[in-house]
């Protein structure tokens, strides 16, 4: 069983930055990134995966192209999420998520762990 922590959310005025970090206990292929905003489903924000050549792919949400890079410290086993030209609609719970597959998928339930969250709040 892996676990993962989050950190690094908060309150941002429109237009900030902000920066998720997760910490895994363990060895994964694939880490993520989900968000869910009060009254909606939970949705995919990014991902990093490994595949068995070494190749790295990132992936995005369209909603946030463009301003959100993820990467990833294979040392630390942990993947970051740099937000910048945050929007109110962006404010939601910010989810890790894991798994030790390689995978692509934006379904949260291709994915085996998760964090507990992290808050971020963006006011206008």
């Known amino acids: 069983q892996v676990q993962l922590v989050e950190s690094g959310g908060g309150l941002v005025q429109a237009g900030g930055s902000l920066r998720l970090s997760c910490a895994a206990s363990g060895r994964t292929l694939t880490m993520g990134w989900f968000r869910q905003a009060p009254g909606k489903e939970r949705e995919f924000v990014s991902a990093?995966?490994?595949?068995?050549?070494?190749?790295?792919?990132?992936y995005y949400a369209d909603a946030v192209k463009g301003r959100f890079a993820i990467s990833r410290d294979d040392a630390k086993n942990s993947v970051y999420l740099q937000m910048n030209s945050l929007k109110p609609e962006d404010t939601a719970i910010y989810y890790c998520?894991?798994?030790?597959?390689?995978?692509?998928?934006?379904?949260?339930?291709?994915?085996?762990?998760w964090g507990q969250g992290t808050q971020v709040t963006v006011s206008s």
């Open positions: 998520a894991a798994t030790g597959r390689s995978i692509w998928s934006t379904e949260d339930k291709g994915y085996d762990y």
């Open positions: 990093w995966r490994w595949s068995t050549s070494r190749t790295y792919y990132t």
